[in-house]
C-alpha cells in the first residue's frame, strides 16, 4: 500500500490499519460527523477560501492551482507536518469530498507531502 492514499469520503469504507484525514477546509455536503470514520479533520491543509473559489475545479487552471496551493502550504508547515510525520510511520489516507477525481486538493496535497517525506527519509 502507498504510504499516501486518497479517497473521496462519500465512497469511502475504512479499510485496514491506515488513518484517515479530513483535507477539506469545509465539512462534506451531506455528511453528519458520525457516519464519517477519521483520525483528523486537517482543514488547514486545504487550500485557501480564496484560492479553492480561483480554482473552481477548472481543469484549465490545475497547474496554477498547485503552484499557488504549493506556495501557501509552504508557508503553513504546521499545517502540514503532522500528515508528514504520521505517513512515516505508516500508511494514510485523505479524504476530500470533490467530484472531480483527477484535479482536486488532496491529489495536490499527496503529492506535496510525498515530496516533504522523500526529503525527511533523505
Same mark, same amino acid.
Given at each position: /500500500? &502507498?504510504?499516501? =492514499?486518497? =479517497?473521496?469520503?462519500? @465512497?469511502?469504507?475504512? #479499510? ?9 477546509? %469545509?465539512?462534506?455536503?451531506? /455528511? ?16 485557501? #477560501?480564496?484560492?479553492? /473559489?480561483?480554482?473552481? #475545479? &477548472? ?14 502550504? @509552504? ?9 508528514? &510525520? *504520521? ?9 476530500? =469530498?470533490?467530484? @472531480?477525481?483527477? #484535479?482536486?486538493?488532496?491529489? *495536490?496535497?499527496? &503529492?506535496? %507531502?510525498?515530496?516533504? %517525506? ?5
Amino acid at each position: /500500500m &502507498d504510504a499516501i =492514499s486518497l =479517497s473521496r469520503v462519500y @465512497d469511502h469504507e475504512p #479499510h485496514g490499519e491506515s488513518r484517515c484525514y479530513l483535507v477539506e477546509r %469545509l465539512w462534506p455536503r451531506g /455528511m453528519r460527523r458520525e457516519e464519517v470514520e477519521l483520525d483528523s479533520w486537517a482543514k488547514d491543509a486545504a487550500p485557501s #477560501h480564496e484560492l479553492r /473559489m480561483w480554482f473552481g #475545479h &477548472d481543469p484549465q487552471r490545475w497547474e496554477e492551482f498547485r503552484r499557488r496551493y504549493f506556495a501557501e502550504l @509552504d508557508t503553513r508547515p504546521q499545517a502540514w507536518q503532522p500528515l508528514v &510525520d *504520521a505517513a512515516a510511520t505508516g500508511a494514510i489516507t485523505l479524504l476530500y =469530498s470533490s467530484r @472531480d477525481r483527477e #484535479h482536486n486538493n488532496a491529489i *495536490a496535497l499527496r &503529492d506535496y %507531502l510525498l515530496d516533504r %517525506l522523500a526529503r525527511q527519509r533523505g
